[in-house]
């Protein structure tokens, strides 16, 4: 990076996209975001930029203000955990957002990891597991939980590096296991001695 970001770039790194980092600004200031190596452009369609490892860093150090109003039709896109009281609405416009954040996650893992492999999870992903979880269940077109709670439920536990996933049967349990293990994940499934309910613990594959 030759300098410092200035305070209209600022505003754009830290207006990024939270899980991808995808970014939103005109083309001008995305290109200049590209020469300073704080952001990259996907090489494939629809040709999103995102935020490169040295971008993060600068959005990470950057001070959290008070949260303002989001302006009209401006979203940050959250993977679906399962269970929420307010889920955005399914649809093709749900399943681009979903694509493109799981492509850009990949990406993230190519950029961060060693030997760029996109076969295990980032560092980003073990300091956000329960989203980083949801988002690759999502992707794979699971069905998160809703009021009625038919769905998967992804939640922290007390344990370094798992979460818990739940689903409403056996098969969709497995269905599940499968898709986090190839999205490099380690999965097992468990019965809680309480409630005698079953469930997964999930963790970030290292190698």
Avoid: K
């Avoid at 959250?78 to 799981?102: D, F, I, T």
């Avoid at 850009?104 to 076969?119: H, K, Q, S």
């Amino acid at each position: 990076m030759s300098r410092p970001p200035t305070a209209a770039q600022r505003r754009v790194i830290e207006a990024a996209d939270p899980v991808t980092g995808r970014l939103r600004a005109t083309d001008a200031q995305l290109a200049a975001l590209v020469r300073q190596g704080l952001a990259f452009r996907h090489p494939r369609p629809p040709h999103d930029h995102f935020l490169t490892p040295a971008g993060h860093r600068i959005r990470e150090a950057v001070p959290e203000a008070p949260a303002a109003p989001a302006q009209a039709g401006a979203e940050v896109f959250a993977a679906r955990v399962g269970g929420e009281e307010e889920a955005p609405a399914s649809g093709p416009a749900r399943l681009r957002e979903v694509h493109s954040a799981w492509q850009g996650l990949l990406e993230l893992r190519r950029m961060t990891n060693p030997g760029g492999a996109t076969d295990r999870p980032c560092g980003w992903e073990r300091t956000h597991l329960v989203r980083a979880a949801a988002l690759a269940l999502e992707a794979a077109g699971h069905r998160p939980a809703g009021p009625d709670g038919d769905g998967y439920r992804v939640r922290a536990t007390p344990q370094p590096e798992a979460v818990a996933v739940y689903a409403p049967d056996g098969e969709v349990l497995r269905a599940c296991a499968a898709t986090l293990e190839a999205a490099g994940w380690q999965a097992g499934e468990y019965t809680e001695p309480r409630t005698r309910a079953r469930h997964l613990l999930a963790s970030p594959r290292r190698a």
